[in-house]
Every structure is written in structure tokens, then in C-alpha cells.
């Protein structure tokens, strides 16, 4: 019966007695990306199919934080700004977490490809502020610029505060480092 399913799924999507591919990308976004490629072989110019399993996929990997799922986005649709997104904050976030300096560049990088990959997303710009100042400690207007475009984007309710609190840090540190010197 395993054998057949793959058939009677697609017997039933053209019959119209199944739901629809968009229908299961949302309810069911599991058995849709498990039968995505007897589907994509029976129907390889189908758009809409096409589309819902790519939207099966980000479901996915939204609901399980899965960065192989959204590789698989990235190989069906090269462009795809929300599978982009995902992956340069992650692999940013990876390497934020080394100490050393080649590390931030590389974090910078990752977070500026998620920045443009959704640019209406002020978490990257929190991030590269971040990475920037674990770069170089004595670097002010880098991270400023950075926390300043977050604080102009969409933050989460979460996110919003740390951006102001580190925002706030860094002039607090600004102010003595200039005092200081004076």
C-alpha cells in the first residue's frame, strides 16, 4: 500500500478529490514535501505545484527552525529571499560566535546577505551592530549606523529592547572613551 500512495496522491490531486497543493502546504506541508518529487514528476511545468511545495518547505523549516529544508527552497528556487534570509543569519550567527576577527568579517558578510535578501527586516542590521563591535572594540560609528537602521526596520517585540539597550551602551561607551581623551 506505501507503494501506491505516491500514485493515489496523485490521482486525487488531478481528480480533485484531494486538497489542493496550496491547501497542503499549509495543512499538511509534511506529506506534501514527502511526495514532492513523485508530484514534480508527473506534473514538472505545474507553477502552482511547484510553488506549494516550495511554500510546504519554508513551513517546514520555519516550524522546525531547519536549515535543510531551506537548502531544498534554495535548489527549486534559486532567488528565494525568505530561504536566503534564514540561512546568511544563521551561518552569521555561527560565525559571530568565534572570537577572532576573521569571524566577524565573515559574520558581517553573512548578516549583510540577509539584510538584503529581506530588507525590510532590521534584525541583520542589530546583528552586523553586534558583530562590528566585537570586532573592534574602539569602532563607534559602525555599529551605531547598524543599531540605527535596525531601529528604523520591523524588530520583533523581543528584539526591539536589546537594540535600544545596546544602542545605549555603545554611546554610554562612546561618551567616556571621547571624555577620556579630552
Not at 534564514?86 to 559574520?107: E, R, S
Not at 520591523?154 to 561607551?173: E, H, Q, T
Request: hydrophobic fraction near 40%; include cysteine; charge should be positive.
Amino acid at each position: 500500500m506505501k507503494n501506491f500512495l505516491p500514485l493515489i496522491l496523485i490521482i486525487f490531486i488531478y481528480k480533485g478529490c484531494a486538497p489542493s497543493p496550496s491547501r497542503l502546504a499549509t495543512s499538511d506541508p509534511a506529506l506534501l514535501v514527502t511526495q514532492a518529487d513523485s508530484l514534480l514528476a508527473a506534473r514538472p511545468d505545474d507553477v502552482d505545484l511547484r510553488s506549494s511545495i516550495i511554500k510546504a518547505r519554508l513551513n517546514l523549516a520555519e516550524a522546525n527552525n531547519d536549515m535543510n529544508q531551506y537548502k531544498a527552497v534554495l535548489k527549486m528556487d534559486p532567488r528565494n529571499g525568505t530561504a536566503n534570509y534564514h540561512i546568511h543569519m544563521a551561518t552569521g550567527k555561527v560565525h559571530y560566535k568565534k572570537g577572532h576577527k576573521n569571524g566577524q568579517w565573515d559574520a558581517i558578510q553573512s548578516f549583510a546577505k540577509a539584510a538584503a535578501a529581506i530588507d525590510s527586516l532590521g534584525a541583520p542590521h542589530y546583528w552586523l551592530g553586534q558583530a562590528y563591535e566585537k570586532k573592534d572594540e574602539m569602532d563607534f560609528e559602525l555599529p551605531l549606523e547598524a543599531y540605527d537602521k535596525a531601529l528604523t526596520l520591523y524588530l520583533s517585540d523581543g528584539l526591539r529592547p536589546k537594540v535600544v539597550s545596546a544602542r545605549a551602551a555603545l554611546l554610554k561607551r562612546k561618551k567616556t572613551y571621547e571624555d577620556f581623551w579630552k
